[in-house]
Structure formats: structure tokens, C-alpha cells
């Protein structure tokens, strides 16, 4: 009895669930990228379109620097990174370089040629025992 008296509560509620959605757009959770942002990690692509870049690095904890954004630019095998003043390259290894770059650069960043992808650093977390 009690069995099916949820049966018909559950059922009920995914009728009323269907005919609520019935006519309206499905929602978008994520905005896509263009293809010139291909090479780049979406977190990253949305900081660079933000109204408020700082506002949205605060909100998802990304650290920022002097309005500079530390990522992790990987290259071709073999490929150099071209950089002006603004970017301070802080390390590399192999084909990968950590940088602080302006918000505003990290696009055209991804945009070179010998450029593979741009992502934030990954943080680390600490193993539990």
C-alpha cells in the first residue's frame, strides 16, 4: 500500500514536472566559446568576456596579480613563446610555460601558432590518509 502510494506521488510529480516545461526553451548552462577561443580553457575564456573580470575571479578563485592572470600556456613540441613586456613568464618545462598574463592578452595568446592551449594552473589538493 505504502508502495504504492509513492509510485503514484512520484509519477505525479514528473507529470507535473514534463507539462511545466512543456513550451518553454531548454536552458543554457554554459556559454559555448567561438572558434577563435578553441585553445583555451572555458573558466579562462569566460574570465577574458567578464564585464567585471576582477568581480568574476573573486567569485570562482582565481587569483589575479596587478590585473594579470596566471595560466599555463602549452606549445608544439619545439615552438618558442613570443611575449612582450607585459607578460612575465615565470617558469617553464618542456613545451609548458607559467605566466602572468593581462586579462586583455590572454586571448591573442592562444591565438599563435605555435601555441598548443592555455588553461589556469591546476590547484593542488592535499591526498587524505
Do not use: W
Not at 543554457?28 to 567578464?50: E, F, G, I, N, R
Not at 607578460?87 to 601555441?115: C, F, K, M
Request: aromatic share 6%.
Amino acid at each position: 500500500m505504502f508502495r504504492a502510494i509513492l509510485s503514484s506521488i512520484f509519477l505525479f510529480l514528473i507529470l507535473v514536472n514534463v507539462c511545466a516545461a512543456a513550451g518553454q526553451q531548454p536552458i543554457q548552462t554554459k556559454a559555448s566559446k567561438p572558434a577563435q577561443a578553441a585553445k583555451m580553457d572555458s573558466m579562462l575564456y569566460q574570465l577574458t568576456q567578464a564585464e567585471d573580470p576582477e568581480a568574476f575571479a573573486r567569485q570562482r578563485d582565481i587569483p589575479l596579480v596587478n590585473d594579470r592572470v596566471r595560466v599555463v600556456i602549452e606549445l608544439h613540441e619545439g615552438s618558442d613563446l613570443v611575449v612582450g613586456p607585459e607578460i612575465a613568464v615565470e617558469a617553464t618545462y618542456r613545451n609548458l610555460v607559467r605566466a602572468l598574463v593581462p586579462i586583455g592578452r590572454v586571448l591573442s595568446i592562444s591565438q599563435q601558432e605555435d601555441v598548443k592551449f592555455v588553461r589556469l594552473p591546476q590547484k593542488l589538493v592535499p591526498a587524505h590518509d
